[in-house]
């Protein structure tokens, strides 16, 4: 069973940066590579995705300030997060979309407050 561990989330002030990783266990050939996020009260939103050919797509509200990108030697996948704001304050989540399968990792914070 592959397992993705995610890294990098934190607390940070408005106008700051963070990095969040996404490690496989193993390589897996994924359609896409996502990230979510889901903020108390709130449903689970796509933030980001990459998919196998590198297309990405990004939501709205983030669009411009987050990047995703892939590793494909080290079977990672970073979300790059920059301008960040409190309204992005929420647990962020890596999804992995493969043919046979949908794998999810356990989730990091990230707090955006002064």
């Known amino acids: 069973q592959v397992q993705l561990v995610e890294s990098g989330g934190g607390w940070v002030q408005p106008g700051g940066s963070l990095r969040l990783s996404c490690a496989a266990s193993e390589s897996v050939f994924a359609i896409s590579n996502n990230w979510y996020r889901q903020a108390p009260g709130s449903a689970r939103e796509l933030v980001a995705q990459?998919?196998?050919?590198?297309?990405?797509k990004y939501a709205d509200s983030v669009k411009g300030r987050f990047t995703i990108s892939r590793d494909n030697a080290k079977n990672t996948v970073y979300l790059q997060m920059n301008s960040l704001k409190p309204d992005d304050t929420a647990v962020y989540y890596c999804?992995?979309?493969?043919?046979?399968?949908?794998?999810w990792g356990q989730g990091t914070q990230v707090t955006v407050s002064s």
């Open positions: 999804n992995t979309k493969s043919p046979i399968n949908d794998y």
């Open positions: 990459i998919t196998s050919g590198g297309y990405t």
